[in-house]
């Protein structure tokens, strides 16, 4: 199962991963009323779609007045979004994120997944952040750094130190993303994830680590274990058949 952006971001900040403020909205008095709670002169209006790419397609707006702020949501709410991982007919927008706009100095990349030829936790990062990252793999495979965690010994500090290291952080930073990096795991190991990714994380005009967006995918195998997370799922996101597999526990 999918999460939105929106929802991910609720659950880094549980696990103490620094992200911008924002919040969702379903309405286009919402929209208005989150910018204007948000404070400030610019925000990011967010199509919440269970998709990548959704920058090229029109889902990502950087809007400077709150009339901007309505009439984007106007435009997205009620529509459907097509990207190149879509397709036609596209998956419909039914919730917004507004955000505070962020000063941004550098992109990183940085994820979670089950390698399951090793049995282990895979940690990948990389300095070309905000690309996608099967395409950095491809084309710049020295720009791909990992750990492997294992599961008896948990996180030790020198793997995030080594990829600290391997991204050109310094000082305070190298704290900072490791701390990214334990907020990361207790979620992946906590929620039972199979994939939990920030893209970008990125490195403000300040110098901190902000989790710019995220991305969380859960077991469905595991929810036995997390009633909390079952009501997060949005059909509206899947396959039909999918979705009806998935009533009748036949997924």
Known sequence: MNLHEYQSKQLFAR???????????????????????????????KAQVHAGGRGKAGGVVLVDSLDRVEAEAE?????????KQTGEPGLPINTLLIEQTTEIARELYLSALVDR?????????SPAGGMNIEEVAEQHPEQLHTVHIDPAAGLQGYQCRKLAFALGLEGGQIRQFGRFMQGLYELFVGSDASLVEI?????????DLLALDAKINLDDNAFFRHPDLISMRDISQEDEREAKAAEHDLN
């Not at 403020?21 to 002169?41: H, M, N």
């Not at 435009?75 to 990207?83: A, D, K, N, P």
């Open 117 to 125: 030829a090793e049995k282990k936790i895979l940690f990948m990062a």
């Open 75 to 83: 435009r997205m709410l009620g529509s459907r979004l097509v990207t």
């Open 15 to 45: 696990h103490g991963i620094p992200v911008p403020e924002g919040k969702p909205a379903t309405t286009v008095d919402d929209a208005r009323e989150a910018a204007q709670v948000l404070g400030g002169e610019r925000w990011v209006v």
């Open 199 to 207: 893209n970008p994380l990125v490195v403000t005009a300040k110098g």
